[in-house]
């Protein structure tokens, strides 16, 4: 089992940052691939980010240039470091821990353990 702990979501300016944390029980971290999702009113969840067991990142190509996944082992922890962002980026973001295989998921049913989601509100 895992649980995880989203913080970091706000209240910013179109053009602002947020760095959003997930802090993550168990020893195993480490061999789970991480993603981040969202969900805004009314749509879909949707892929944002995700980092496998090795580091390797990939990202929705509506943030990739502006945001930016990182992993803690050590802390249990991973980040989604968010710039430049857009009245578009606003929604609940998920973080989640999946397979440990060594593909890139993208899909949100890839993954077995889900955060309660953080609200991130851009302003334009």
């Known amino acids: 089992q895992v649980q995880l702990v989203e913080s970091g979501g706000g209240l910013v300016q179109a053009g602002g940052s947020l760095r959003l944390s997930c802090a993550a029980s168990?020893?195993?971290?480490?061999?789970?691939?991480m993603g981040w999702f969202r969900q805004a009113p009314g749509k879909e969840r949707e892929f944002v980010s995700t980092?496998?067991?090795?580091?390797?990142?990939y990202y929705a190509d509506s943030v990739r240039g502006r945001f930016t996944i990182s992993r803690d082992n050590a802390k249990n922890t991973v980040y989604l470091q968010m710039n430049s962002l857009k009245a578009e980026d606003t929604a609940v973001y998920y973080c989640?821990?999946?397979?440990?295989?060594?593909?890139?998921?993208?899909?949100?049913?890839?993954?077995?353990?889900w955060g309660q989601g953080t609200q991130v509100t851009v302003s334009s």
């Open positions: 980092i496998g067991r090795s580091g390797a990142t």
């Open positions: 989640a821990a999946g397979p440990s295989g060594p593909y890139y998921y993208t899909r949100a049913q890839d993954y077995d353990y």
């Open positions: 168990g020893r195993t971290f480490s061999s789970y691939s």
